[in-house]
């Protein structure tokens, strides 16, 4: 059974930094697409960041761009965001997802893997 499990949210005051982490256990993810989505309340999943399979080329929403790195250790499939100048808008449940289809991709429909999401909360 696959599993991705993040960590690392919680609350934090605008300007602050946090870094999730999502591990990755039931099959290897080393030759495929990860990255992460949020979704804040009563708007629709959007993307974040992603990162292709080699770690090599990396994406991001124009909103995180410059306050957010994407990385991954296929070592230990895991994939991180580090989060830093965090503002109020920010606020979400981030998700980890992992697609067992595309070595690279932005499209939330690419990814077929999900987690249960960790919660990101930055106060003004």
């Known amino acids: 059974q696959v599993q991705l499990v993040e960590s690392g949210g919680g609350l934090v005051q605008a300007g602050g930094s946090l870094r999730l982490s999502c591990a990755a256990s039931?099959?290897?993810?080393?030759?495929?697409?990860m990255g992460w989505f949020r979704q804040a309340p009563g708007k629709e999943r959007e993307f974040v960041a992603t990162?292709?399979?080699?770690?090599?080329?990396?994406y991001y929403a124009d909103s995180v761009k410059g306050r957010f790195t994407i990385s991954r250790d296929n070592a230990k499939n895991t994939v991180y965001l580090q989060m830093n100048s965090l503002k109020p808008e920010d606020t979400a449940v981030y998700y980890c997802?992992?697609?067992?289809?595309?070595?690279?991709?932005?499209?939330?429909?690419?990814?077929?893997?999900w987690g249960q999401g960790t919660q990101v909360t930055v106060s003004s």
């Open positions: 997802a992992a697609s067992s289809v595309y070595t690279s991709s932005t499209q939330t429909s690419s990814f077929n893997f």
């Open positions: 039931g099959r290897t993810f080393s030759r495929n697409a």
């Open positions: 990162v292709r399979w080699d770690g090599v080329n990396t």
